[in-house]
């Protein structure tokens, strides 16, 4: 059921709240099969229906005890089921509205009496465990992220297990796999019978309903128009973000009958979304209904009068819409039917015709369709045996097995003209179905789904989109190598051993890092035959084989082709090869193959992580006789390959942890001693991948690989400076390895490298790693000394924005400081950051506002800010939609209105500003609260600002986030309050709204920075009876006394900020006296 629900089931996610699944006909599908198969599994399976899971599955119900009847102990909130498990629980406990459940039998006694509501307790059951398989065998049996198992490895598991429940534990293990696999074959059928809409159908429709639309009542509709005028060139008026989820275009449409409907149409179907509002004119895009598989079926649904009317002249609508489907192409019958001759002789020439359907201005001209009138002038049953299973060349489905043929001893693969046949046969057929080429990016994503696709780092962006098949036209001008290579290939196909070495040689003396001689070995089926010769026993063939693989792989289109051909296993297998040219070659073209994600996958499925680590050990024995010399060379550039693999493969999670388990990391180290450049490029390459998790960097430092990259930033190659000063950025993570860092005399290479701006790539990776660095005072102090921070400030203009986020981002850290705030306002660098904050990149905009904020605390830098308008542009940050933005906005505005000259003044003049500094207070974001209760904390020692936030409702808004137990937030909250309480009866509102018994929990807290901004809140609020008595309620008394008499036996560091600092509202043990005097007084 895992593998099934995470690859195959949609999921979205609400804001920062849980996954759910959508409301969508295939995850109706999949549930509908869940339930088929747990309702049948008491009858089917009454011995594993028995079996107790290790972990109950836990959601909330909607059902009533009442429901439950013999079997069961019922009362009023509670439910038991008699069947216990061997300590006496309950396999079935209810208390409203949490059930739990501990056996397949009771889950399916469960469906049996939510009757109608099984759908949806279902789909609860799943949205509440979202991993059910580790919940009933154990966590032993889940997944990580990106492992590509079938049914989570769970048979493995189980032959470990000697338990007496092993064999019910493996019988059931066994039916949970063939269900995952039931559930994936089923996902991928109901897929592949969809019929998914496109803008020109859309287009049509509404254009036909226009037409019947009007204000007589013999009409369909009143109106119908489009929201936006705007067409893109793909035909969709949706905007960009949400073209993403498959929305072509939203409608407005006023039926007779009923409201004005906003409706979305999408690949998908049609569903009424949650409006359009009539102030902003903005739409909400959140699905509010069903999902209909066009607009007038929709429409029928949704008014009695449109479906009324439109039964009167549906057959006049049919016609006029079956007049403009069967307007006929331009094209001849005779020039289609050339072209399919033509494509089928294997010319794998793609002819497009334009889409039958027009629409005078509004048509999607741009991209063509096939033309209907093959289907016309040849019959589809002439064509029929060329068309393969439309599934199998949609979902990348390996080609067909080989067939028994001869060729030097090995295998005949498919030959290139069968894959191209296939390819027009599915294309036929979807011009048959006319399907858009929207829904094939749809297919595509939810074959993703299917397939065991997993991106786990942000470094697995390249490449994941699959590019454009380009193949060579028949008539086009083509160079005369073209030819000539394609008669090597038919020479490599049916000459001897020979032969064949002498056309490979001949290959390769041909330019093959040129697109055109790369495709024409593809389009004549070169590459099948190439892979046939790694299978031989020839030695030579093999080598010829793998240099010409090794160019031409370089080529996207090329090393997909060479995954698709299967290839990838037999390069694997060529790993454990005594020869070491072979291991070479090999590895060498893994390393170009492997650049997307299906190609890292396969790589590790075969094997080939442990085989290329084995690779990097220098001192393996070889059979080879050679010279001493020659075999070391040998044996340096086998792990340099080696390397270079290992650097394409680590760009996933699931690979990283391969190689870590394959004792990478000390032969990574080991390597990482030698002095051959070209060695350590790979090497630090691959370390600079692996860094970003965080077991690689505790392995990193215990391998003490630290002190070898601050080494190699004093090399002279800049590649390898590049990736030394990336592997720095990735581990300067930790406090220890920052040290190290500056230990090792690493520092002062980074800021020398600041000078050299013409590589760009390199300066990024040099800033990050400074930006890193510069997190530990000492390491700023070094920088300091070493000019790097004036370097900095002159690397603010006219630079990427890789390096800029870097460069902020140090500036920032530095500017903690007093005097690197000085040298940086010296040097004329607060006008560019304050330029900075007009951007619109996230990271750069977090980084850029913490160094404002940080340069603020400085008055003769605050006036800076304050006349080049930075106030102002912070503030028009908080309704940027990213909340760590927000955050850090808000967090900056802090020190710029403590150390404005007349801050109230400043405020207030920002139209609207209080206003959106309140409204924040609604954020889910824990970050945003807090740093906007900090705002809000400057922002009330003004009274009359005070005032213009007490009227725009803090004080409930405030209340409402007591009962937190996030320190940071408490914190400033309490501080917000304390200052609010200073206006009006707002310390009345505070009680009035239960803010006060939460504050005295606040003092259980261990952070004394939490007491303390507490004591002030409670100090304030204690001045209302009311309040009073809430505190004596909830403990006040008995906790502020026993800190009293405890103070004593608090530690230095607790001891001092209680009784020693002061505040602007007292000394923080006075103001805890007070308030328990009060409160002992009333009471």
């Known amino acids: 059921?895992?593998?099934?629900?995470?690859?195959?089931?949609?999921?979205?996610?609400?804001?920062?709240?849980?996954?759910?699944?959508?409301?969508?006909?295939?995850?109706?599908?999949?549930?509908?099969?869940?339930?088929?198969?747990?309702?049948?599994?008491?009858?089917?399976?009454?011995?594993?229906?028995?079996?107790?899971?290790?972990?109950?599955?836990?959601?909330?119900?909607?059902?009533?005890?009442?429901?439950?009847?013999?079997?069961?102990?019922?009362?009023?909130?509670?439910?038991?089921?008699?069947?216990?498990?061997?300590?006496?629980?309950?396999?079935?406990?209810?208390?409203?509205?949490?059930?739990?459940?501990?056996?397949?039998?009771?889950?399916?006694?469960?469906?049996?009496?939510a009757k109608d509501t099984k759908l949806k307790e279902a789909q609860a059951c799943l949205e509440a465990n979202r991993d059910p398989v580790v919940k009933i065998l154990g966590s032993d049996y889940s997944s990580k992220e990106g492992e590509d198992s079938s049914a989570l490895n769970i048979l493995d598991k189980i032959t470990e297990d000697d338990g007496p429940e092993s064999e019910v534990k493996t019988s059931l293990a066994k039916l949970i796999q063939q269900l995952d696999l039931h559930l994936l074959n089923h996902s991928l059928k109901h897929i592949s019978l969809e019929i998914h809409l496109n803008p020109s159908t859309f287009n049509h429709d509404?254009?036909?309903?226009?037409?019947?639309?009007?204000?007589?009542?013999?009409?369909?509709?009143?109106?119908?128009?489009?929201?936006?005028?705007?067409?893109?060139?793909?035909?969709?008026?949706?905007?960009?973000?949400?073209?993403?989820h498959g929305e072509i275009c939203y409608v407005l449409v006023k039926p007779h009958d009923v409201e004005t409907l906003c409706i979305t149409c999408s690949t998908d179907g049609v569903f009424l979304n949650g409006g359009k509002a009539e102030d902003k004119g903005e739409i909400n895009y959140e699905r509010k209904g069903e999902l209909y598989q066009d607009l007038v079926t929709f429409l029928k649904d949704k008014s009695a009068t449109f479906s009324e009317n439109m039964a009167k002249q549906e057959n006049k609508f049919n016609e006029e819409k079956q007049k403009e489907k069967s307007q006929p192409d331009k094209a001849p019958q005779e020039e289609g039917a050339d072209t399919l001759r033509k494509a089928v002789a294997g010319s794998g020439k793609k002819t497009q015709e334009k889409n039958q359907f027009t629409f005078g201005k509004n048509q999607i001209g741009k991209r063509l369709e096939p033309s209907l009138n093959w289907k016309t002038a040849v019959g589809y049953k002439d064509i029929r045996p060329l068309l393969k299973d439309t599934q199998e060349d949609k979902y990348g489905s390996k080609l067909e097995k080989a067939r028994p043929s001869v060729l030097h001893g090995r295998a005949q693969r498919p030959s290139l003209k069968d894959a191209q046949e296939d390819k027009l046969g599915s294309s036929l057929e979807k011009a048959r179905l006319s399907v858009s080429h929207g829904r094939g990016q749809s297919l595509r994503k939810g074959t993703d789904k299917v397939e065991d696709i997993v991106s786990d780092s942000s470094s697995e962006s390249e490449e994941d989109e699959e590019p454009p098949d380009h193949r060579q036209e028949a008539n086009a001008d083509l160079p005369s190598e073209y030819w000539q290579i394609q008669k090597l290939v038919k020479y490599l196909k049916g000459g001897n051993q020979t032969a064949t070495v002498i056309a490979l040689c001949s290959m390769k003396d041909f330019n093959l890092a040129q697109d055109t001689c790369q495709l024409a070995i593809r389009d004549v089926g070169g590459l099948e035959v190439l892979i046939n010769l790694l299978d031989t026993d020839e030695v030579k063939c093999k080598i010829g084989s793998l240099k010409i693989l090794k160019e031409i792989s370089h080529n996207p289109q090329i090393r997909r082709n060479i995954v698709d051909l299967g290839a990838l296993?037999?390069?694997?297998?060529?790993?454990?090869?005594?020869?070491?040219?072979?291991?070479?070659?090999?590895?060498?073209?893994?390393?170009?193959?492997?650049?997307?994600?299906?190609?890292?996958?396969?790589?590790?499925?075969?094997?080939?992580?442990?085989?290329?680590?084995?690779?990097?050990d220098c001192t393996q024995n070889s059979t080879e006789p050679a010279q001493p010399s020659l075999y070391e060379t040998r044996d340096v550039e086998v792990a340099r390959c080696g390397a270079l693999a290992l650097w394409s493969c680590s760009k996933s999670y699931a690979n990283k942890e391969a190689i870590r388990l394959a004792g990478g990391i000390p032969l990574l180290a080991q390597l990482l001693k030698t002095s051959h450049e070209n060695m350590l490029i790979p090497v630090v390459g691959t370390l600079q991948e692996c860094a970003s998790e965080a077991n690689y960097r505790v392995a990193i430092k215990a391998e003490r690989i630290i002190e070898n990259l601050v080494k190699n930033l004093s090399s002279q190659n800049e590649q390898l400076q590049e990736h030394c000063a990336?592997?720095?950025?990735?581990?300067?993570?930790?406090?220890?390895?920052?040290?190290?860092?500056?230990l090792h005399g690493g520092l002062k290479p980074l800021a020398s490298l600041l000078n050299n701006t013409d590589n760009k790539e390199r300066l990024a990776a040099v800033t990050g790693a400074i930006w890193k660095c510069s997190i530990s005072r000492e390491n700023v102090t070094k920088f300091r000394e070493y000019k790097a921070i004036e370097t900095?400030?002159?690397?603010?203009?006219?630079?990427?924005?890789?390096?800029?986020?870097?460069?902020?981002?140090?500036?920032?850290?530095?500017?903690?400081?007093?005097?690197?705030?000085?040298?940086?306002?010296?040097?004329?660098?607060?006008?560019?950051?304050?330029?900075?904050l007009v951007g619109i990149n996230q990271a750069l905009l977090v980084n850029v506002t913490k160094a404002v904020g940080a340069c603020a605390v400085e008055p003769e830098s605050m006036m800076i800010i304050d006349r080049l308008d930075g106030v102002r542009l912070l503030w028009s940050l908080l309704k940027n939609p990213h909340p760590d933005v927000k955050a850090s906005a808000a967090r900056a505005l802090c020190p710029c209105i403590e150390n404005a000259k007349d801050a109230g003044e400043m405020v207030r003049s920002f139209v609207g500003g209080l206003e959106l500094v309140v409204n924040l207070l609604k954020s889910d974001n824990k970050e945003v609260l807090a740093s906007v209760c900090a705002a809000i904390t400057n922002i009330a020692k003004d009274q009359e600002n005070l005032a213009v936030i007490t009227d725009h409702g803090v004080v409930p808004l405030l209340s409402k986030l007591a009962n937190t137990n996030n320190d940071t937030l408490r914190r400033h909250l309490a501080e917000a309050i304390s200052r609010c309480c200073l206006w009006g009866r707002n310390k009345v509102a505070f009680g009035e709204h239960k803010a006060v018994a939460p504050l005295v929990r606040y003092l259980k807290s261990d952070d004394t920075d939490v007491h303390r901004a507490t004591a002030q809140a409670l100090y304030q609020l204690s001045e209302d009876a009311d309040n009073c008595i809430t505190m004596h309620e909830n403990g006040a008394v008995k906790m502020v006394t026993c800190q009293r008499n405890a103070m004593s036996e608090y530690r230095p560091l607790f001891f001092i900020p209680f009784c020693l600092r002061r505040s602007k509202t007292g000394n923080l043990l006075e103001n805890r006296c007070v308030c328990q005097r009060r409160i002992e007084t009333l009471v």
């Open 1 to 113: 059921m895992g593998v099934a629900l995470t690859r195959s089931a949609q999921w979205t996610a609400a804001g920062y709240g849980a996954e759910t699944l959508e409301i969508t006909p295939l995850n109706e599908a999949i549930l509908s099969e869940i339930i088929l198969f747990v309702e049948s599994f008491i009858y089917r399976h009454p011995q594993e229906a028995k079996f107790v899971f290790v972990e109950p599955l836990e959601w909330r119900t909607s059902l009533d005890p009442s429901a439950f009847e013999s079997g069961y102990v019922v009362s009023e909130t509670t439910v038991k089921s008699e069947e216990v498990d061997k300590n006496g629980e309950p396999l079935l406990f209810l208390s409203v509205p949490q059930i739990k459940i501990k056996s397949f039998g009771q889950l399916s006694h469960f469906l049996y009496v």
């Open 569 to 616: 296993p037999i390069l694997v297998k060529i790993l454990d090869s005594p020869n070491k040219n072979l291991k070479c070659l090999a590895a060498e073209t893994i390393a170009n193959v492997a650049k997307f994600r299906r190609a890292r996958r396969a790589v590790r499925q075969h094997g080939g992580i442990a085989k290329l680590v084995a690779l990097l």
């Open 206 to 244: 509404i254009e036909l309903l226009k037409r019947f639309s009007g204000k007589e009542d013999h009409t369909v509709l009143e109106s119908i128009e489009y929201t936006s005028d705007y067409e893109f060139s793909n035909g969709c008026r949706a905007p960009p973000w949400r073209q993403m």
């Open 792 to 836: 900095l400030v002159g690397l603010l203009t006219d630079q990427p924005e890789e390096v800029l986020v870097n460069v902020v981002g140090a500036l920032g850290e530095c500017c903690q400081e007093h005097e690197n705030r000085v040298i940086v306002r010296k040097c004329g660098g607060i006008q560019p950051l304050v330029n900075l």
């Open 726 to 742: 990336m592997a720095i950025y990735q581990c300067a993570e930790d406090e220890e390895t920052r040290d190290l860092v500056r």
